[in-house]
């Protein structure tokens, strides 16, 4: 088991107040629970936005996902999670594709209105390690940091008027639900597949000889999650 703290980014006094107040309220996820080996990737988050996506999306969604690809497949059909695995990557491929178009444009923009240098922040980033235990959790770390690479590039064209304050907050309401969809769909999917689960018999001594043998041999598809998941 990973020995760590329930959340891995730590409230100390090296970060700055505005810094210490975001982490103090970041949803508490014990990732400390996932007994899988995991990859310890390097984060800098420099929007307020990006840093708030993380804290209250990543760690949760990361136990999701782990429910998902692990657990589930103890009580429903291999094939089945298989399935919903490939349709959440296919799903977080999409949003990763719009998001690296998004930066495209917008760079292109701020070039034809001749901004040369963005606009920053003066609270310093969010530094620290994140813990990446699957592929989903790995392309979920990319999309919050896209948005956190869009959002000073259209703080910057609203500040040189190339677009109004109502479009920057439509726009980056819009960048930030590929992350809030994310977490919603784990968070349904799992709900999902744990009400599977728990209609499976589990008694093995009330399945036939041949369906004890076969343990996924009599579990039915199942039903009602592809519609959860959009591009």
């Known amino acids: 088991m990973n020995s760590h703290a329930d959340t891995p980014v730590l409230v100390s006094a090296e970060h700055s107040a505005t810094n210490r107040k975001l ?66 990557r296919t799903m977080l491929d999409s949003r ?24 920053t922040y003066d609270v310093e980033p969010l530094r620290f390690e994140a813990k990446v235990f699957s592929m989903l959790d790995r392309r979920l770390l990319e999309l919050i940091e896209k948005v956190d690479q869009l959002m000073p590039m259209l703080e910057t064209l609203c500040i040189d008027e190339a677009v109004t304050p109502s479009q920057l907050l439509v726009e980056k309401s819009r960048i930030k639900k590929t992350v809030r969809g994310t977490t919603k769909v784990a968070r349904m999917i799992r709900a999902s597949l744990e009400r599977r689960a728990n209609t499976v018999l589990t008694p093995s001594a009330q399945l036939p000889a041949a369906a004890a043998d076969t343990p996924h041999a009599s579990r039915a598809p199942l039903a009602g999650t592809g519609n959860l998941i959009e591009s």
């Open 23 to 88: 982490l103090a309220r970041q949803a508490a996820a014990k990732t400390d629970r996932i007994e899988s080996a995991s990859r310890k990737v390097s984060v800098t988050l420099s929007s307020p936005e990006g840093k708030r996506l993380y804290l209250r999306c990543f760690e949760i969604t990361q136990i999701n996902f782990h429910y998902i690809t692990v657990f589930a497949r103890m009580k429903v059909a291999d094939a089945e999670v298989g399935r919903i695995e490939q349709e959440l």
């Open 96 to 119: 990763l594709a719009r998001l690296n178009q998004a930066l495209v444009d917008t760079e292109a923009k701020c070039t034809a209105h001749g901004i040369s240098a963005l606009a």
